[in-house]
């Protein structure tokens, strides 16, 4: 079985272009915010921003590639070029975001130079809070429509990289914002420039720590990661037809966020075909009298059934082997 699905791809395109419109006004404002302040943890989330604005780029990149057909010497398609570029997208993060406002925010203590203050960029960060949220929002929703029994195991499970991508780094840039504002804000009311910098540490530690979980993430799917139980179990039930004597086993690996590679295992009811022979509704007249081509023809008929049954019930399988025991 060999096609192409797009299970709510439209939707995952969407959250991404918004993300990066969103991701590039906000970089400006936070650098604005920078400027007027010299506040470290506000570097750290203008650096992190920055980053966030090549992200969208890069996560866009794998959500297309990662759409093209199968060609000659790709035969099961392009579906995990995704996890590559969500991949390269979780290391910048962790590379530039973290490791970048880390070490503004070690300068900051080792130097003591604080920030100034400025009514400006206490705006900038409250705009960059609403902005980050609405995002977050719209990538919820998304997730919540994926197979799962609730959000933690969405995320944790969820093979749509570009969207946990996009959910992560937006969930996180909601804290930092946080972070960033509160350590600013208490550098303003106690003159205390390492209430700033510890803001700074604490957005660096969330960013490397969330740039971990996605890199972990991608990497197992690269590798090739067996699809979730619930679409293993949706696909023994549609094989489960009257031929069929015993599903040996089902193998389903992940080729894409919502492509399965299925191979499957099956022990056919040689007693169904006997009775099937001796008066079933394909045992044509013309037939009778050469059993070979019957069981041939019968057994074709039983696998594209089989074929047919898992491709309508099951739309992620994007291609199917079915052995024989």
């Not at 969103?22 to 650098?31: C, D, Q, R």
């Not at 031929?243 to 193998?251: C, H, P, Q």
């Not at 056919?268 to 001796?278: G, K, Q, S, T």
Request: with cysteine; hydrophobic share 45%.
């Amino acid at each position: 079985m060999s096609g192409h699905h797009d299970h709510g791809g439209d939707g995952t395109g969407k959250t991404v272009i918004l993300n990066l419109a969103v991701n590039v006004g906000l970089t400006a404002a936070k650098w604005l915010a920078f400027l007027l302040t010299g506040s470290p943890s506000l570097f750290g989330e203008a650096a992190h921003s920055t980053a966030d604005s090549l992200n969208p780029i890069l996560l866009w990149t794998g959500y297309r590639r990662g759409r093209r057909p199968k060609d000659e010497r790709h035969p099961f398609g392009h579906g995990r070029e995704t996890f590559f570029w969500s991949l390269v997208s979780a290391q910048m993060m962790l590379l530039i975001g973290s490791c970048l406002t880390a070490w503004h925010g070690i300068e900051t203590i080792v130097t003591g130079r604080g920030p100034e203050f400025s009514a400006w960029s206490l705006g900038i960060m409250a705009a960059a809070l609403l902005a980050e949220g609405t995002t977050l929002t719209m990538a919820y929703r998304r997730l919540k429509r994926e197979r799962g029994h609730g959000l933690m195991d969405k995320i944790s499970t969820s093979n749509n990289t570009v969207l946990l991508g996009i959910l992560m780094e937006n969930g996180v840039d909601a804290l930092g914002v946080m972070l960033a504002s509160a350590g600013y804000g208490l550098f303003v009311l106690t003159g205390n420039v390492l209430c700033d910098a510890i803001c700074s540490l604490l957005i660096a530690g969330v960013l490397a720590a969330s740039s971990l979980f996605l890199i972990n993430r991608n990497r197992s799917l690269i590798v090739g990661e067996r699809a979730r139980p619930e679409i293993a179990e949706a696909i023994a039930a549609a094989a489960g037809r009257p031929s069929v004597k015993e599903i040996v086993s089902v193998t389903a690996v992940m080729r894409g966020p919502d492509h399965v590679h299925c191979r499957l295992r099956l022990k056919l009811d040689d007693e169904w075909f006997v009775d099937d022979w001796c008066g079933g509704p394909s045992a044509k007249p013309y037939l009778a009298g050469d059993p070979v081509r019957w069981c041939l023809k019968s057994l074709e008929a039983e696998i594209a059934a089989i074929r047919n049954e898992i491709r309508h019930r099951v739309p992620e399988v994007s291609s199917l082997e079915i052995e024989l025991n």
